[in-house]
C-alpha cells in the first residue's frame, strides 16, 4: 500500500480551538442538576441579550422625520428579514465553494494552485487521521463538516440519524401495538401469538432400531376391566345433576331472603329444585305467593347459576313475557331466586286439555314472545320443549320461560373453550385431554345439538318450531316422542327422524298448513347473522294468521270458570281503587 502523507485542508487548522464546556457538579439523577441547569440557561440568555444589545445600539430618531411609530416598526422588521435573506444568500455560497472545491473532476476548482489538491486516497487518509487521533467526535461543528469534506458522506450521515430516529419511532409504536393486542387478549381470554410464533417442542432425535415382532397371543386382561365388565360404570351428567339426600328445610319450614320471611309448602331437599312458598309481611294481614328455586353454590355451566341475571336483563327491557324477580340471595349454602307464583307448565295443558285453533295460535305467539325476548338480550335458551313454558299466575293468559338451565350467551358459544376452566385447561402447554359432559336424547333438540354443533338462535328458532308442530297435534305426541319408541332412539335416529319430519311436514287445515310452512321456511333459514330479521318475518306471519282467525270471547280452556270469576273480581276491585286513587276531573266550563 502506497503511503499518503497526511496534509491539513485549506481553510482549517490542524489543531482547532476546542469550544469551552461548564461541568455540572452534580450527579445524574439528582434534584440539584435541574436547578443548576436552569441558572445556566437563565445566564446564558442574559449573555445573549447583552451581545445582542452591545452590536445594535438604539440610534436616535432625527428630528425632521415624518414617519410614523408604526411605519418605523415595519422599517426595522423589513430591514431585518433582508439581512437574514442576505446572510442565508452567503451561507449557500460558502457551503456551496466548500462542497465542491476537493472534489475529484469538479468544474468549480477555487484553489489557485493545482498542485495542492488533494486526491481520493488523501481525503480518506486524512479522515481516518481525524477519527481516531483527534476524536471528531469533540470537534466543533462546523469544523467536523469541513473535516468530512465531501456532501456525498455527509448526507449519509445525515440520513443515518434520520434512520435511527425513524427506527426508533416505528419501534416504539410497534411495542405500542403489542400491548394493546396483548390487553385486548387477555379480556378476550385468548393468546395473542400465531401458531407459527408460539416456540415448538424440540423433537427427539428417532433411533432406529430392529424390534422383535409382537406376537399374535392377547393380552391378559387386568382386574379393573374384568371388574367394570361385570359392574358397568353410570355416567354422570353434571355434579349439580346427581342426586342429593340433603334436607336443608323441613316441610313448612321457614326462609329468610333478606328481610323476607317466606314459609315453604315442601321440603328443600338436594342441590336444586323449585318449590312454592307464602311471603309472610310483619304487621300486615295479607300474605302472597311465590315460587321460590335454590341451587347449591356449585360453580357450573348447567346450573342455572345465570337465572337471576337474565329475569333482571328482561325485566329492563320490558318484557311481558318474563317471571318477576322478587329477591336474589343467599341462604345457608344455597343461593336462592324468589319469583312470583306460576301455574302449571305448559306439557301438562298440552296432555289435558282440548285446545281449539284460536287457543294453539294463542299459545304459539305467546312463546315466540319470549324466544325473541331472549335473544333480544344476547341469550340462547338451548332447551325450548312444552315444559319449559307456564301461564303467569295473576294473568293466565301471558306465558312465560319457567327455566333457564342450559342458557348461553351467544358470545360464550362463539368461542371454542367453553368457559374459563376449559380455558385453563388447554393453555398448558401438556393439554390433558378433557370428557364433554353426556349429551343426552331429548325430544325437541335441534338437528346440529344432536352432534354437538350448536349455534344458538337458530337451534331455538328450530326446537321452538317443534314445539309448535307439538301444540297443533291435536293432543298427541310428535313420532319419536312416543314412549314406544323414545326409549330406542339415539341421537342419529332422532336427527334422522327430524329431517324427514321436516320434508313431509303438513296440517289438515289449510290456513295452519300455510302459515306453518311459512314458519318452517324462516326458521330453517336463520343463521348467527340473521337471527333478528328472521325474528321479525316470523312475527308477522303469526300475527297475519291472528288476525285472519275470529275473535275470541269465551275464557281459555286452562282458565275454569272459578278463576275467571276471582281474576274479574280482583280486576274490578283494582279499578275502583285506583278511581279513588285519581278521580276523574269533571269537564264543565265556567264563563
Not at 319469583?339 to 294463542?362: A, G, N, P, T, W
Not at 301471558?398 to 388447554?426: C, G, Y
Request: net charge positive; hydrophobic share 30%.
Amino acid at each position: 500500500m502506497k503511503y499518503v502523507e497526511i496534509q491539513t485542508l485549506p481553510g482549517s487548522s490542524p489543531r482547532p480551538r476546542r469550544k469551552k464546556r461548564r461541568r455540572c457538579p452534580y450527579r445524574k439523577k439528582d434534584k440539584g442538576k435541574i436547578r443548576w441547569r436552569h441558572k445556566l440557561r437563565k445566564w446564558k440568555r442574559r449573555k445573549k441579550r447583552l451581545r445582542k444589545r452591545a452590536k445594535n445600539p438604539k440610534s436616535r430618531s432625527s428630528k425632521s422625520s415624518t414617519m410614523t411609530p408604526e411605519q418605523k416598526e415595519r422599517k426595522a422588521r423589513r430591514k431585518k428579514i433582508k439581512k437574514r435573506k442576505k446572510l442565508r444568500r452567503k451561507k449557500v455560497q460558502r457551503r456551496k465553494h466548500r462542497i465542491r472545491r476537493h472534489l475529484y473532476g469538479s468544474k468549480h476548482r477555487k484553489l489557485s494552485v493545482k498542485s495542492k489538491k488533494l486526491t481520493k486516497a488523501a481525503i480518506h487518509a486524512r479522515l481516518r487521521h481525524l477519527r481516531f487521533k483527534l476524536r471528531v467526535r469533540i470537534l466543533h461543528k462546523y469544523q467536523r463538516d469541513r473535516a468530512l469534506i465531501c456532501s456525498a458522506k455527509r448526507k449519509a450521515i445525515q440520513n443515518l440519524k434520520m434512520c435511527w430516529k425513524r427506527a426508533r419511532h416505528r419501534r416504539k409504536k410497534y411495542q405500542r401495538y403489542r400491548r394493546q393486542l396483548e390487553n385486548f387478549a387477555h379480556r378476550k381470554r385468548v393468546t395473542q401469538w400465531r401458531n407459527c410464533q408460539i416456540p415448538k417442542e424440540k423433537k427427539a432425535v428417532q433411533v432406529h432400531f430392529d424390534l422383535p415382532k409382537a406376537s399374535t397371543q392377547r393380552r391378559k386382561e387386568t382386574k379393573r376391566v374384568e371388574y367394570e365388565r361385570q359392574h358397568p360404570i353410570k355416567v354422570a351428567i353434571n355434579a349439580v345433576e346427581m342426586k342429593s339426600e340433603q334436607v336443608h328445610v323441613a316441610k313448612n319450614g321457614k326462609v329468610v331472603l333478606g328481610s323476607l320471611v317466606v314459609c315453604v309448602k315442601e321440603p328443600i331437599v338436594g342441590d336444586f329444585g323449585q318449590v312454592r312458598g307464602r311471603i309472610q309481611y310483619i304487621g300486615h294481614g295479607d300474605q302472597g305467593l311465590c315460587e321460590v328455586r335454590w341451587q347449591s353454590q356449585l360453580h357450573d355451566k348447567g346450573n342455572g347459576s345465570n337465572e337471576a341475571q337474565i329475569l333482571a336483563k328482561l325485566a329492563h327491557l320490558g318484557s311481558q313475557n318474563a317471571v318477576r324477580v322478587l329477591f336474589f340471595g343467599q341462604f345457608l349454602t344455597l343461593q336462592c331466586t324468589m319469583i312470583s307464583q306460576l301455574r302449571e307448565s305448559l306439557q301438562y295443558c298440552l296432555d289435558h286439555e282440548k285446545l281449539d285453533m284460536q287457543s294453539c295460535v294463542h299459545i304459539i305467539q305467546q312463546s315466540f314472545y319470549c324466544v325473541k325476548d331472549l335473544h333480544k338480550i344476547g341469550y340462547a335458551h338451548l332447551g325450548i320443549c312444552p315444559g319449559s313454558f307456564c301461564f303467569l299466575n295473576s294473568n293466565p293468559s301471558v306465558i312465560v320461560f319457567n327455566n333457564f338451565q342450559f342458557s348461553r350467551t351467544f358470545e360464550s358459544l362463539r368461542k371454542k373453550p367453553e368457559d374459563s376452566e376449559d380455558l385453563r385447561k388447554h393453555s398448558r402447554k401438556t393439554s390433558r385431554a378433557r370428557r364433554l359432559p353426556k349429551n343426552l336424547v331429548l325430544p325437541y333438540m335441534s338437528r346440529r345439538q344432536h352432534f354437538r354443533l350448536v349455534k344458538g338462535a337458530p337451534d331455538d328458532y328450530e326446537s321452538w318450531f317443534y314445539f309448535c308442530a307439538r301444540v297443533l297435534n291435536d293432543g298427541k305426541p310428535l313420532e319419536w316422542e312416543k314412549k314406544e319408541v323414545l326409549n330406542e332412539m339415539d341421537h342419529m335416529k332422532m336427527s334422522l327422524a327430524k329431517y324427514e319430519f321436516v320434508k313431509k311436514y303438513k296440517h289438515s287445515d289449510p290456513l295452519a298448513d300455510k302459515k306453518m310452512k311459512q314458519i318452517l321456511a324462516y326458521c330453517l333459514s336463520a343463521n348467527e347473522t340473521n337471527a333478528k330479521k328472521v325474528g321479525y318475518f316470523v312475527e308477522r306471519v303469526i300475527q297475519h294468521w291472528v288476525d285472519k282467525l275470529d275473535k275470541r270471547n269465551a275464557p281459555w280452556p286452562w282458565i275454569s270458570e272459578k278463576e275467571l270469576g276471582k281474576l274479574e273480581k280482583e280486576k274490578d276491585a283494582w279499578e275502583k281503587k285506583l278511581k279513588e286513587k285519581f278521580p276523574e276531573k269533571s269537564r264543565k266550563c265556567n264563563y
